[in-house]
């Protein structure tokens, strides 16, 4: 079956960084749209970044999160710099058999992980 498991959250300071990881089984991983998405307490889940032939980012992450792909490894990469406070949150990787200028409405992702939660302080 598939299975999508992340890594690589933690707690760091306000400028500090992180890199996320999400080792994907139990499905043709190249063929698939890959993303991260986050869930805040209170709110609800937002679209961070995504690629397949395209890359996508939200925003509030552009020129300090980077999304990458080793597809040889299955594994998918979020590269998290310059954090800040309101980044806190739990953050998912997703796949989705396409992506597109809607990737970042979480209904048309088909597979989840379970989450790995990022704390930034002040």
């Known amino acids: 079956q598939v299975q999508l498991v992340e890594s690589g959250g933690g707690s760091v300071q306000a400028g500090g960084s992180l890199r996320l990881s999400c080792a994907a089984s139990?499905?043709?991983?190249?063929?698939?749209?890959m993303g991260w998405f986050r869930q805040a307490p209170g709110k609800e889940r937002e679209g961070v970044a995504a690629?397949?032939?395209?890359?996508y980012y939200d925003d509030s992450v552009k020129g300090r999160f980077t999304i990458s792909r080793d597809n040889a490894k299955n594994t998918l990469y979020l590269q998290m710099n310059s954090l800040k406070p309101e980044d806190t949150a739990m953050y998912y990787c997703?796949?989705?058999?396409?992506?597109?200028?809607?990737?970042?409405?979480?209904?048309?992702?088909?597979?989840w992980g379970q989450g790995t939660q990022v704390t930034v302080s002040s």
């Open positions: 139990g499905y043709t991983y190249s063929s698939y749209c």
């Open positions: 690629m397949h032939i395209s890359v």
């Open positions: 997703a796949a989705a058999g396409i992506c597109g200028s809607r990737w970042y409405d979480s209904g048309r992702w088909n597979y």
